[in-house]
């Protein structure tokens, strides 16, 4: 729920930007259709990935992994840098122009995404005298999401 939220925010940031680089809503939504498939698709490879040390190269837990497991910002920021270069591209563009566009949304995303993070309890911070419990556990944790965002 906060990823789509932290998503909807980049956008419309994005959205309310778009005249200093000459892009049509049309040519913004292009770019946000690939680079929310790329994105996601980007975020399950490196996920699956990092749980081949846990888990060993088997290819039935990869696939299952790939289709149903987490995601891993560094793979989607990946992902969805390479769909502003397969868009820029296909448009002609200028691939910078359009990073630099684009680099200010980054954080915006990730800000919301690891307040959801710290809510669903996937990700927690490390054992610390003060912070917050999660469900499931008896150790306090500092919130490494909270100081992210």
């Given at each position: 729920?906060?990823?789509?939220?932290?998503?909807?925010?980049?956008?419309?940031?994005?959205?309310?930007?778009?005249?200093?680089?000459?892009?049509?809503?049309?040519?913004?939504?292009?770019?946000?259709?690939?680079?929310?498939?790329?994105?996601?698709?980007?975020?399950?490879?490196?996920?699956?990935?990092?749980m081949i040390p846990t888990t060993g190269l088997q290819w039935p837990l990869v696939v299952?992994?790939?289709?149903?497991?987490?995601?891993?910002?560094?793979?989607?920021?990946?992902?969805?840098?390479a769909g502003i270069l397969l868009v820029t591209k296909v448009m002609s563009r200028d691939?910078?122009?359009?990073?630099?566009?684009a680099a200010p949304a980054f954080p915006l995303f990730h800000a919301f995404a690891r307040?959801?993070?710290?809510?669903?309890?996937?990700?927690?911070?490390?054992?610390?005298?003060?912070?917050?419990?999660?469900?499931?556990?008896?150790?306090?944790?500092?919130?490494?999401?909270?100081?992210?965002?």
């Amino acid at each position: 729920m906060f990823a789509t939220l932290g998503l909807c925010v980049a956008v419309l940031f994005l959205f309310l930007r778009s005249d200093r680089v000459r892009l049509t809503f049309g040519g913004l939504l292009a770019y946000l259709a690939v680079c929310t498939l790329f994105g996601f698709i980007g975020s399950r490879i490196v996920f699956a990935i990092s749980m081949i040390p846990t888990t060993g190269l088997q290819w039935p837990l990869v696939v299952h992994d790939l289709l149903y497991g987490g995601f891993v910002f560094y793979g989607g920021l990946l992902g969805v840098i390479a769909g502003i270069l397969l868009v820029t591209k296909v448009m002609s563009r200028d691939p910078r122009e359009m990073l630099d566009f684009a680099a200010p949304a980054f954080p915006l995303f990730h800000a919301f995404a690891r307040i959801g993070c710290l809510f669903a309890g996937c990700c927690y911070g490390i054992p610390w005298s003060w912070g917050v419990v999660l469900q499931g556990e008896t150790v306090i944790r500092f919130p490494v999401q909270l100081l992210e965002s």
